[in-house]
């Protein structure tokens, strides 16, 4: 714990965090694995300010003068005005996931996936893919996660693709039980298509709880999922299970999502359904941790005082 020594007595620090929230799950996940990797440094209070449902107690925050944030985080377009004006009423350090609408100067720190393809300035620092909390436990080899996104401004969709690559992974790695997990945009009629066997298992996302895929992942020895969701894939890549996107063809080639793939497969953190089992592909099996890495280099960079140790230097960019 970070503290400091006064007249023979220890006065502990802790970092004081304003998370914004507008209620998207995927954004939520990024502010709450930044959380994460904070409180392996120091120790850290959270308040969180749900927009726009705090709009009122924002504002009266605003103008009583109430205590100031050391550091302001959150991801959602919808969130950067009252984040820039919270530091601007109240001080601290603003720093945005994912890229901005405003222009990123604005903001203390802005920390974006690299597929994104910003301009770098100094208060820019790229990640691999958007922030993830993980949870640290041993993959099942008998466990395996399909995960379906669906329709999308970024690939093509076909119900028919979709099914025939699912049903030849499940086939092919008979001896694990999967689980076949879809989403909010997956097409209602996809269930039609696919002929599980009795080692899959069809998931609908309505009947899950908001821990359960995090709890699922954090088992899977293979997680396979569909290119269009790429929170999905970078969340996949924070645990340990091997990783492989099933193939969907991009709508252009310009394709930021593609991009990003195709950039995770030549660093071997993704496999391919093209490319037969996970098992059989040259995968880098350690997690992701660009939650821990983005923590220490804002802990290094404006709150050293913070730290409970001297945490290790942080390379800026990739």
Known sequence: MSHCKR??????????????????????????GLVQGLRELAEVSVHDVHWPADAKSLNADWQLRAA??????????????????????????CVVLMR??????????????????????????????????????????????????????????????????????????????????????????????LNLPENARYVHWRDTQPSWLTHQLSRSSATWVTPDSASMVYEALSFAGRVGVIDLR???????????????????????????PLP????NTVALAEHKRCAKLIMQRWFSAFLDHDAPSVESGR
């Open 7 to 32: 007249k023979g007595l220890t006065i502990k620090h802790t970092l004081k965090v304003w998370r914004f929230l507008d209620g998207k799950p995927g954004h939520e996940k990024q502010t709450q």
């Open 68 to 93: 100031a944030p050391d550091l302001i985080i959150g991801a959602g377009h919808h969130l950067h005005k009252p984040m820039l004006r919270t530091r601007w009423h109240l001080g601290g350090r």
């Open 100 to 193: 901005p609408s405003l222009p990123t100067l604005l903001f203390d720190l802005a920390l974006v996936p690299e597929h994104d393809r910003v301009w770098l300035p100094r208060n820019v620092e790229p990640t691999l893919g958007m922030l993830s909390p993980s949870e640290v436990s041993e993959a099942d080899p008998e466990r395996g996660v399909l995960l379906l996104g669906g329709l999308s401004k970024h690939f093509h969709w076909s119900n028919e693709d979709v099914a025939r690559q699912v049903q030849q992974i499940v086939q092919e790695a008979s001896q694990v039980h999967w689980k076949v997990v879809d989403s909010r945009r997956t097409p209602d009629n996809q269930r039609q298509y």
């Open 250 to 276: 991009p709508k252009r080639p310009s394709n930021k999502l593609a991009h990003g793939v195709r950039r995770l497969q030549a660093l071997g953190y993704v496999g391919s359904s093209t490319s037969g």
């Open 280 to 283: 059989l592909q040259d995968l």
